[in-house]
């Protein structure tokens, strides 16, 4: 039988039907093929928990592909309107005639076509108003009177994110507008849509979107700041659609080159000499004005399309450009100098606007791009002595990007485990949160941040206390779980950022509080353990599982070799043995626990719960005063000496409880280490 690897499974050739039939024929009987089976599971889950991983371990890289692909998108889709506007220009010049014939027209001809026109006219009124017969809500749509229907059927809308079903939509397409409505479920008379948004053609950009996963024949539509995906039932449907959206921009691009000429010519002077008596002195132009460049006489329209392509910081170049080139001495008295001074001051309160809204988390923001799709819209800002307001906008960001990060870890196995990659994600996000900030704002700004990233800690802290300080976590789990956080908090301290304080600020009344529930616990357990025992050394049956309890107590402190008799027997009762096992579990990890500032609690629930045995009469066998007499000889002064060892200072209230009942504390050995005499050495 060969033995089972990845170099079978990683071939290019690989049948599993085949592989099966060949490890069948193999394997004699069916427990052998029981343990192929078992190997080809454990195979299985080392291949998993190495792609967890891998994927874990390249979790940043993953963050900065999404980014790139955001980019990608928008390139592609910018991409695919230069082509569509080389495509109608290139159908306009097929179109245009070369000769230029006009046709005469006869009179009957002329009345024909003026009755045909009528006809068309009227079916267009009639057909617009069946439509708002239909449309609950719906504005008047003979308020233009070139308002054409191209084109109307019925889609379901996806979510853009989720790609989950929405509603069902009834949709118009006009040549000047798009309009959306709602189907009405319990609807009354004629009235069967309801009107939600109508959207200008001119604001409209329509992307394919390819098939994937449920969403198949499915299309976006791009109206700033909106954007909405709808799904057809096939794939005609689909090209019916895309077909008359771009039939809509053509109409609407010739519309405004027809205008823009119309205005054109009527702007344009009449050829006269200058001879004419109409032009008087003062009218003939100054030869000592210069020319305003082709460039700076086409800034204002040149901004309007940088902005329409989302182009912001080509934007804000042209701005700066322009203005720096307006009040140079050259153009500084040019009649045309104010006019596009203000249009372009208009221009930068909407691109300031624009930016606003793009960084506000509250329109349409995804955490998919992460912080760095926010860069270029907060430098802009900057520039515009704007700081404050993109200073707040990103950290609005960072706060969802925290949030959406630490969302996404599940609670899958132990609380531990849990409690450590929250730690890693959140730490993670603000050590790029900084990053980012110190990139983009100056120092006296980073008082803002700091005030933010304590924020976002009590957060993750008062999430974190909910889930770990509950009665059903142990005391020891609770110790790990905070000195993970610690630890994770320790080491973005290196990033010049210590949250240290304000983290054990959030922890100090849960630990309080467990401290003291665990110790009332304990108080309440002795007298029942106390009575439950039997007063006799406790049986291990086993030699190993003496070891093991051996190892235990060790692991406390406890030394217990010279209570073991006949290997399996330990010359301690076991309300003993659970009373050591408990205060000094209590001890341990109350000294790990706490901060300096709360010894306090430690001390109070070490004395309470000596003094609660202690206090336990009732119990006169001359074995129960043996174990009275191990606590108070062996148990006691040990606590006592590892308390001051790891402090520095006596417990003092164990101290005066011990000697209460006549407790001696031997003083630590002295050291035979020769010390100097002189300072010389040091």
């Known amino acids: 039988m060969s033995d089972i690897n990845m170099e079978k499974f990683a071939v290019p050739d690989f049948i599993p039907e085949r592989y099966v039939k060949e490890l069948a024929r193999s394997c004699v009987g069916g427990e052998e093929l029981q343990q192929q089976k078992e190997k080809i599971q454990s195979l299985s889950e080392e291949t998993a928990n190495a792609l967890k991983k891998n994927v874990y371990e390249n979790y940043m890289q993953f963050i900065e592909t999404a980014t790139e692909i955001s980019h990608l998108e928008t390139e592609m889709y910018k991409l695919s309107h230069l082509l569509s506007d080389q495509r109608t220009v290139l159908t306009t010049l097929s179109q245009a005639s070369i000769l230029g014939n006009d046709n005469s027209l006869s009179r009957e ?88 948004i109508n959207y200008p053609i001119s604001t409209v950009a329509v992307v394919n ?45 010739e519309k405004e080159s027809s205008k823009l000429k119309k205005i054109e010519n009527q702007e344009k002077p009449k050829p006269e000499m200058l001879e004419s008596p109409s032009l008087s002195v003062e009218e003939i132009p100054s030869p000592d004005i210069t020319p305003l460049p082709d460039w700076l006489s086409d800034a204002s329209e040149e901004l309007d399309v940088l902005i329409v392509e989302r182009h912001f910081q080509k934007t804000y170049d042209l701005m700066m450009s322009a203005q720096k080139t307006l009040n140079t001495e050259e153009f500084k008295n040019h009649p045309q100098r104010t006019d596009i001074l203000k249009k372009i001051d208009q221009k930068q309160k909407l691109l300031t606007e624009i930016l606003l ?17 926010s860069r270029h819209p907060v430098q802009i800002l900057n520039k515009f002595n704007m700081t404050s307001q993109s200073c707040q906008l990103f950290l609005d960001i960072c706060s969802h990007t925290v949030k959406a990060h630490v969302k996404g870890v599940q609670l899958d196995g132990s609380i531990l485990t849990y409690v450590r990659q929250v730690g890693d994600v959140f730490f993670c996000s603000l050590s790029d949160a900084l990053t980012e900030f110190i990139v983009l704002f100056p120092k006296n700004k980073i008082s803002a941040f700091i005030v933010w990233a304590s924020m976002q800690l009590r957060i993750l802290m008062s999430q974190i206390v909910k889930q770990i300080f509950t009665p059903q976590c142990a005391l020891q789990s609770l110790l790990e779980c905070v000195q993970s956080l ?43 353990k106390l009575a439950d025992d039997k007063w006799t050394p406790v049986n291990m049956q086993t030699k190993s599982g003496a070891n093991k309890l051996l190892l235990q107590m060790e692991e406390l402190g406890f030394n217990l070799t010279k209570n073991v008799i006949n290997e399996t027997w330990i010359d301690l009762s076991s309300s003993t043995i659970w009373f050591m096992q408990s205060v000094m579990t209590v001890q341990n990890v109350g000294l790990k626990i706490v901060t300096p500032d709360m010894m306090d609690v430690v001390d109070e629930c070490i004395f309470a719960i000596f003094n609660a045995r202690l206090a336990a009469t009732g119990y006169d066998s001359s074995y129960a005063q043996k174990n009275l007499k191990y606590l108070l000889d062996t148990v006691m002064p040990l606590m006592i000496r590892k308390y001051k060892d790891i402090v520095g200072y006596d417990n003092e209230k164990l101290v005066s409880l011990g000697e209460k009942f006549g407790v001696k504390i031997a003083p630590p050995k002295k050291s035979n280490i020769a010390k100097y005499t002189s300072n010389e050495y040091l």
């Open 109 to 196: 001809s002329l009345d024909k076509h003026d009755l045909e026109a009528e006809k068309v006219e009227e079916e267009r009124r009639n057909k617009l108003n069946s439509i708002m017969e239909k449309v609950d809500g719906c504005v008047n749509l003979l308020d233009v009177a070139e308002r054409t229907l191209l084109h109307e059927g019925d889609l379901l809308e996806i979510d853009a994110e989720e790609n989950t079903a929405l509603q069902r939509m009834h949709v118009y397409l006009f040549n000047d507008c798009l309009m959306l409505t709602s189907w009405i479920s319990n609807r009354r008379g004629p009235m069967r849509y309801k009107f939600q």
């Open 486 to 528: 610690r630890d994770q908090c320790l080491l973005f301290c290196e990033f010049g950022l210590d949250l240290r304080f304000q983290m054990n600020s959030c922890l100090t009344s849960p630990i309080n509080k467990a401290l003291r529930e665990y110790k009332e616990k304990i108080v309440d357990t002795i007298r029942v």
């Open 357 to 373: 809204k793009e960084l506000d988390v509250t329109h349409n923001w995804s955490p998919r791009g992460g912080l760095r799709s």
């Open 209 to 253: 979107v390819r098939d994937l996963g449920t969403v198949k024949q499915a299309f976006k539509v791009l109206a700033f700041p909106d954007t909405r995906v709808f799904q057809c039932n096939s794939l005609t449907i689909k090209k019916d659609w895309l077909d008359k959206f771009e039939i809509a921009r053509k109409m609407h691009i």
